[in-house]
């Protein structure tokens, strides 16, 4: 794993504009501010939402990319509600850009619950973090949007060995990890309110689960009770089947 070539520190996956940032803001504008690369790739443009066009929810993930720091992200064209598993295609996206972005870290996002979108693509990534390494899979570059602030997109490797796939944790979930964002938690914050067609409630929006006003009160409760089991006052947190290999303990506090 340490000789590879990694094109980014953290490759973010998410159906959705806002996904990455609900999921995991915390822990990108950390990261970032450590000076780690990382990419976000939304899976779809968004055509079934209630509110506001594709390119108005894709100019505000723009906004929202450079409140986090990111090194750079892309808009796929997988369709907007139906995104399968078991889809060749489907898979040949991710596979295409498990190969391309090289992470040493994938994190799917956000939890898998309610949306069939958010529970297909945690399954979506994991299938295709095994596709990825396998030399005799070709696949070709889908369709996408780029955030013209980021990076030039890298080029694609043959193969892709993904050493750690992560996705988020949902409220209810046993953490593999809990990571601390208090002091990033302000960006974060800062980042959700980017998509205000998503979380503000106007006269004109369609009233829907995440712009009633208590969305991002829900989100601050969430990271406080991670933060409660963290000794921390905000934490998200992420679940893997991997377990890691060491040769000696880690500096980090350990919780029950
Ligand atoms: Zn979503």
């Known amino acids: 794993m340490k000789d590879q070539d990694f094109g980014c520190d953290l490759l973010v996956i998410s159906p959705h504009t806002d996904d990455a940032e609900i999921g995991l803001g915390g822990t990108i504008a950390t990261l970032s501010k450590k000076g780690r690369r990382i990419w976000v790739v939304d899976l779809t443009r968004g055509e079934l939402g209630s509110n506001a066009t594709s390119d108005e929810r894709w100019a505000e993930a723009a906004e929202a990319s450079r409140t986090l720091g990111l090194a750079g992200r892309l808009q796929l064209n997988l369709p907007d509600g139906f995104i399968n598993a078991t889809d060749r295609d489907h898979l040949m996206a991710v596979v295409w850009a498990l190969r391309t972005f090289r992470p040493r870290w994938v994190v799917s996002a956000p939890d898998p619950v309610r949306h069939p979108d958010h ?3 945690a399954e979506l990534v994991r299938r295709a973090a095994f596709l ?5 899979l070709p696949v ?3 369709e996408y949007l780029r955030w013209q602030d980021g990076s ?7 193969l892709w060995i993904v050493p750690t796939v992560l996705s988020v944790c949902p409220a209810d979930g046993k953490p593999s990890l809990l990571f601390d964002v208090t002091e990033q938690w302000a960006t974060k914050e800062k980042s959700l309110h980017c998509f205000a067609s998503q979380f503000q409630r106007a006269d004109h929006r369609r009233p829907t689960m995440i712009n009633d ?7 601050q409760r969430r990271a406080r009770n991670w933060g409660r089991r963290a000794g921390c006052q905000y934490a ?4 893997t089947d991997a377990v890691p290999v060491l040769n000696d303990f ?7």
């Not at 006003?213 to 989100?219: H, K, P, Q, Y």
């Not at 998200?236 to 679940?239: G, I, K, S, W, Y």
Request: net charge negative; aromatic share 8%.
């Open 119 to 121: 529970v297909a693509t």
């Open 236 to 239: 998200e947190a992420f679940c």
């Open 250 to 256: 880690p500096d980090v506090e350990w919780r029950t």
């Open 140 to 142: 070709q570059e889908p």
């Open 132 to 136: 990825a390494r396998l030399t005799e």
């Open 152 to 158: 030039k997109v890298p080029n694609t490797a043959d």
């Open 213 to 219: 006003g208590t969305f991002l009160e829900r989100i």
